[in-house]
């Protein structure tokens, strides 16, 4: 059966080869084919009991600026309705103070693409506002609902044999990802994923993760032996991008550029054919601006990507979510289906941005489009305050090291050394104790670009991990002063 499915296929490829004024239809058809010619034999099936999917999505941030999590979530929760999820087994956690933002030109709509359909209509959201914490995150990944405050109590709940889909997007920094309100560190993230592991939560679970430094919150951490497979928008030492930043409609950045690479592609594409792996070498391959990284077990990526992101009924694929058209963005409608039209978000120029200067790079981009003087007055007074802020986040990063370090050279060292989070009990503790008693990594999401330093002091201090929390909070407590 497999030989002659091989000689099937053989024949199929050489045929479409040969056609050398191939239209598009054919160059689309020719390309599925040898995509199925490659992967047909290498396919790893879904656990043997065919289980079920459940899904989490997470928009960790609120405010205008950060308007690309929220569509980001909303898209992700399209992508996977359309393949056939039902919105049961999705929960999503999202702010929800965007679509009906005052700062929003089209009330209750939100668009995570400049030719895409309105991503927040028919979302179904279960924890929004304060009850989008790292705490009820942690309870709603270990299926524990005596731990979830507010929202609608809805955890994951699936076991041994079923799978898991868990998409987060907001700030980051090293071995951590932020909430509107607390942190979650790499320890206490990798702690509840074990716990899950442990206690048969999962068959197999997938974790797609965008945020700046992401792959810190896995690396050396995630082993290959959880049957949990991760992908991250960013190595561990650099920023993630936001995308579509310079549109005509004024708007914040619309999406994340690995969040829109990763949905776009699955938008379109047929999932039980595509692997994960596949995905994640398309995705890589177009999130040019930061590193894709995979961690864990690498065997997972030999699955197709329905079996964490939905496989269709016949019924789903002619009613398949795709990508439509604003041109007339105040009254937008889905469109009919035209596989003409598949590829419009390839049309779209990606102007991206590094996550954390996406506020300061809108206001300047305002700055230099106003006709307004007085809009203009108070433009440049906002870019100036988020100078100062900024000047003033670096300063107590390196007033602390200058503080702690016993040399310059030493100093030096702490502020430009970039590793992997070694020491993990003493982060968990630091980045905690830095958040509570110095600045607020979620009010202020620029100081997480110097987590690094953090991290590097508990590296510095070794087994003096004590005496290194004292120092902090000693420090932290002249700042109020």
Known sequence: MKLSLFISFFFILIALSQITTASSWSRKLYDKFHFLFKNKFRFRSKPESNGKLCALLVAGSNGWYNYRHQADVAHAYHVLKSHG??????????????????????????????????????????????????????????????????????????????????YFTDHGGVGLIA???????????????????????????????????????????????KKIYAITAANGHESSWGTYCDNKWNLPCLGDLFSTNWMEDSDKEELTTETLETQFEIVRKETNLSHVIQFGDLSIAKEPVANFQGEPSSQHRRHKWKIGTVRNIDNVEDSEDDDDNDDDSDDVQKVSW??????????????????????????????????????????????????????????????????????????????????????NFSRHDYALKYTHILNNLCTYYGEEELILLKEVKAYCDKLDN
């Not at 179904?124 to 005596?146: C, E, H, M, Q």
């Not at 965008?210 to 896995?218: L, Q």
């Not at 906002?382 to 050279?409: G, M």
């Open 179 to 225: 909430f509107p309100e607390g942190i979650l560190s790499t320890k206490q993230l990798n702690d509840a994923l074990d716990y899950m592991h442990e206690n048969k939560k999962y068959g197999e679970l997938v974790f797609y993760l965008e945020a700046c430094e992401s792959g810190s919150m896995f690396e050396g951490v995630l082993k290959d032996n």
């Open 354 to 439: 590094p996550s954390r200067d996406i506020k300061l790079n809108h206001l300047k981009l305002q700055l230099d489009r106003t006709n307004s003087k007085l809009k203009a007055s108070e433009l440049a007074a906002e870019i100036e305050d988020i100078k100062d802020e900024r000047r003033e986040i670096k300063k107590v990063f390196f007033d602390l090291v200058s503080e702690l370090a016993d040399t310059k050279e030493e100093a030096v060292e702490i502020v430009n050394k970039r590793t992997a989070v070694l020491r993990v009990h003493c982060h968990h503790k630091l980045v905690h104790l830095f958040n509570l008693h110095c600045v």
């Open 85 to 166: 999820v039902h919105e049961n087994d999705i929960i999503v956690m999202m702010f929800d103070d965007i679509a009906n933002s005052k700062s929003n030109p089209f009330p209750g709509k939100l668009y995570n693409n400049p030719n895409g359909n309105d991503v927040y209509e028919g979302i179904k959201i279960n924890y929004k506002g304060r009850s989008v914490s790292p705490d009820n995150f942690v309870a709603v990944l270990k299926g524990d609902k005596t731990k979830v405050h507010g929202g609608n109590g809805r955890v994951i709940d699936c076991g041994e044999n079923d799978r898991v889909f868990i």
